[in-house]
């Protein structure tokens, strides 16, 4: 597990969000996410602190494992990442206007979130042994 640091704070803010598309539409082949991870990397361009640990599909959705920092709330990334990556994969993709006709976007409105962390036990034990670390008493690991 790796903690990052930024300005006055550190922080370990892992999340899996799971992206659907528009109508469960079966839209992502090997050429249309290809191109997706593509536009994940220049979306890394502006926003460096989003860190994409590990990203897959299935035909009507993405799965994506990333660091956010804490300054930066979990609706807004996905308000990047599918605003960046729709309006890209329509524009390259001819398809998908057809696909989409009439409609805007290739995202549905909502998006499933979970956190992914240092598991709770740990965090419980660290607590409860506050103050004897500091002194040596014990050895607590992450």
């Known amino acids: 597990m790796e903690y990052k640091k930024q ?3 550190a922080y370990y803010c892992m999340y899996h969000i799971i992206l659907v598309t528009k109508y469960r539409r079966k839209i992502f082949n090997p050429g249309v996410y290809g191109y997706f991870r593509i536009k ?8 460096p602190e989003i860190e994409f640990r590990e990203v897959n599909h299935d035909a009507d959705h993405v799965h994506l494992l ?10 807004d990334v996905v308000r990047v990442v599918k605003a960046n990556t ?34 709770e036990e740990t965090v419980a034990k660290y607590v409860r042994l506050q103050g004897q670390e500091d002194s040596g008493q014990a050895k607590l690991e992450f």
């Open 86 to 119: 729709g309006k890209a994969l329509r524009e390259k993709f001819d398809f998908l206007e057809k696909v989409y006709y009439g409609v805007s976007g290739v995202w549905s409105d909502g998006y499933f979130v979970s956190t992914v962390g240092v598991n």
């Open 66 to 75: 990333l660091s956010i920092p804490p300054k930066m709330s979990v609706s």
């Open 40 to 47: 994940l990397q220049e979306i890394r361009k502006y926003y």
């Open 7 to 9: 300005g006055h704070c």
